[in-house]
């Protein structure tokens, strides 16, 4: 039923305007996403280096 | 088939895609809420954080993590609700939500429209809510919760007096009514005139508290008015209303 109902909505909205759609919402979180996900590795990589 | 490094990279891609979505689904859920200047004072306090430890301020910074301790307790206390509402809505949000088409939109108008000069003519009150980009969530959860598609006779159903739902204001996000029976903020603006009612004081309050539209047909004099930012425009014609909401609805 859900994969229907998600079938049915991603062919009419399409790609684009799934992207387009809160874009700049969706860019900075992605920004913050890595800076945080590369903050964190950071992190952890020093205290494992000997 | 795969060396090490690709699983290293394929894991770095999939660890900072669901980051991306946990940070968006927050994001989401902050708009349109009080809970967004919660956020702005967090951000504040993480960049002063981090500019005084590299200013090598140790004092400062020890003091703004215990403050910052503090903070997350104060947060859990204030926005108790907002939490326990997010936590409940997280999993039920369509992360892909798409604008409604411009014929749609104007179905919706002319729908409205059409609504709003038959009551207009019958002298029914109605008081009606067109969410912009700002979210309505704390009104929405005031009233009874639809989901209904526009029509004008369901309109004019909800705003007929002796009906349950007709006290309060309707919700419209998209092309549905949202929720009915919802409470909006009165404005305490002095300039407005005192012989306007509640009806139109909560149209132009909720029109300060948010980018919404909020139309009014008054109960005594059958007159259409229109809020926009915290500005009334009275006695409009169903032609000048349609005028101007596919202006601000629509792109065209």
Same mark, same amino acid.
């Given at each position: 039923?859900?994969?229907?109902?998600?079938?049915?909505?991603?062919?009419?909205?399409?790609?684009?305007?799934?992207?387009?759609?809160?874009?700049?919402?969706?860019?900075?979180?992605?920004?913050?996403? $890595?800076?945080?996900?590369?903050? $964190?590795?950071? $992190?952890?990589?020093?205290?494992?280096?000997? | 088939?795969?060396?090490? &490094?690709?699983?290293?990279?394929?894991?770095?891609?999939?660890?900072?895609?669901?980051?991306?979505?946990?940070?968006?689904?927050?994001?989401?859920?902050?708009?349109?809420?009080?809970?967004?200047?919660? +956020?702005?004072?967090?951000?504040?306090?993480?960049?002063?954080?981090?500019?005084?430890?590299?200013?090598?301020?140790?004092?400062?910074?020890?003091?703004?993590?215990?403050?910052?301790?503090?903070? %997350?307790?104060?947060?859990?206390?204030?926005?108790?609700?907002? +939490?326990?509402?997010?936590?409940?809505?997280?999993?039920?949000?369509?992360?892909?939500?798409?604008?409604?088409?411009?014929?749609?939109?104007?179905?919706?108008?002319?729908?409205?429209?059409?609504?709003?000069?038959?009551?207009?003519?019958?002298?029914?009150?109605? %008081?009606?809510?067109?969410?912009?980009?700002?979210?309505?969530?704390?009104?929405?959860?005031?009233?009874?919760?639809?989901?209904?598609?526009?029509?004008?006779?369901?309109?004019?159903?909800?705003?007929?007096?002796?009906?349950? +739902?007709?006290?309060?204001?309707?919700?419209?996000?998209?092309?549905?009514?949202?929720?009915?029976?919802?409470?909006?903020?009165?404005?305490?603006?002095?300039?407005?005139?005192?012989?306007?009612?509640?009806?139109?004081? &909560?149209?132009?309050?909720?029109?300060?508290?948010?980018?919404?539209?909020?139309?009014?047909?008054?109960?005594?004099?059958?007159?259409?008015?229109?809020?926009?930012?915290?500005?009334?425009?009275?006695?409009?014609?169903?032609?000048?209303?349609?005028?101007? %909401?596919?202006?601000? +609805?629509?792109?065209?």
């Amino acid at each position: 039923m859900k994969i229907r109902y998600l079938k049915e909505r991603f062919r009419d909205v399409g790609f684009k305007q799934m992207v387009t759609y809160n874009f700049w919402l969706k860019l900075i979180s992605l920004g913050m996403a $890595v800076i945080i996900w590369l903050y $964190v590795r950071g $992190v952890l990589t020093s205290g494992i280096k000997v | 088939m795969f060396s090490l &490094a690709d699983v290293m990279a394929l894991k770095a891609i999939l660890e900072i895609f669901i980051l991306w979505f946990i940070i968006y689904s927050i994001f989401l859920f902050l708009k349109g809420t009080k809970a967004v200047y919660l +956020l702005r004072g967090l951000v504040i306090i993480a960049i002063s954080f981090f500019v005084f430890q590299k200013a090598n301020l140790y004092v400062l910074s020890w003091l703004l993590t215990k403050f910052f301790a503090f903070f %997350l307790i104060l947060i859990a206390i204030i926005f108790q609700p907002e +939490l326990r509402a997010g936590l409940i809505r997280l999993g039920k949000r369509h992360i892909f939500y798409i604008e409604p088409k411009q014929e749609e939109i104007k179905k919706v108008i002319k729908a409205i429209v059409s609504a709003v000069g038959v009551m207009s003519k019958k002298r029914i009150g109605a %008081l009606i809510a067109l969410k912009k980009e700002i979210g309505l969530r704390d009104y929405i959860q005031s009233g009874v919760i639809l989901n209904a598609e526009i029509t004008p006779e369901l309109i004019q159903n909800i705003f007929s007096p002796l009906t349950p +739902l007709h006290d309060g204001g309707v919700i419209i996000d998209g092309t549905n009514i949202v929720a009915a029976g919802c409470l909006f903020p009165l404005t305490d603006n002095p300039d407005l005139e005192r012989a306007l009612g509640m009806r139109h004081r &909560a149209a132009v309050g909720l029109s300060e508290a948010s980018d919404a539209m909020v139309i009014v047909t008054s109960e005594e004099r059958g007159s259409v008015s229109l809020a926009i930012n915290g500005q009334l425009t009275r006695n409009l014609s169903p032609s000048d209303l349609q005028t101007i %909401l596919n202006g601000q +609805l629509g792109k065209e």
